[in-house]
């Protein structure tokens, strides 16, 4: 993950950005999966329930994944939550509306200067 980016287009606290390693891109032995992999382990949970969006996989990551968390994660129950950050994302915050608000007024004001009127 391109934590910079997330940090600066989320509201996300900095200590929930997780990003995988600059060594992990193009490395032919191991990839994102190993790096979320390596996180659960360290977070305590490779035996309970593991929920990530497969339905974006493409099939030769699908694949991988499978490979992966299989051997890796046993005993890990893997759920598929394909669109739940699309469902989650859809509530938003007071700040969050607020600068939709504002975004929109800005949008507004450019429009009707641009008409030269206000019909």
């Given at each position: 993950?391109?934590?910079?980016?997330?940090?600066?287009?989320?509201?996300?606290?900095?200590d929930?950005?997780?990003?995988?390693?600059?060594?992990?891109?193009?490395?032919?032995?191991?990839?994102?999966?190993?790096s979320?992999?390596?996180?659960?382990?360290?977070?305590?949970?490779?035996?309970?329930?593991?929920?990530?969006?497969?339905?974006?996989?493409?099939?030769?990551?699908?694949?991988?994944?499978?490979?992966?968390?299989?051997?890796?994660?046993?005993?890990?129950?893997?759920?598929?939550?394909?669109?739940?950050?699309?469902?989650?994302?859809?509530?938003?915050?007071?700040?969050e509306?607020?600068?939709?608000?504002?975004?929109a007024?800005?949008?507004d004001?450019?429009?009707?200067?641009?008409?030269?009127?206000?019909?």
């Amino acid at each position: 993950m391109d934590a910079p980016a997330a940090l600066h287009q989320t509201f996300l606290q900095r200590d929930k950005v997780i990003a995988y390693p600059e060594a992990l891109i193009g490395n032919p032995d191991k990839d994102g999966f190993d790096s979320i992999i390596d996180f659960l382990y360290s977070a305590g949970v490779v035996n309970g329930g593991v929920g990530l969006e497969l339905g974006n996989l493409t099939a030769p990551s699908a694949e991988k994944f499978k490979t992966n968390f299989k051997t890796r994660l046993p005993q890990a129950k893997i759920v598929d939550c394909t669109g739940a950050v699309t469902w989650i994302r859809m509530v938003k915050s007071d700040l969050e509306i607020s600068v939709m608000k504002e975004a929109a007024a800005i949008t507004d004001a450019g429009i009707i200067r641009c008409r030269g009127s206000d019909t």
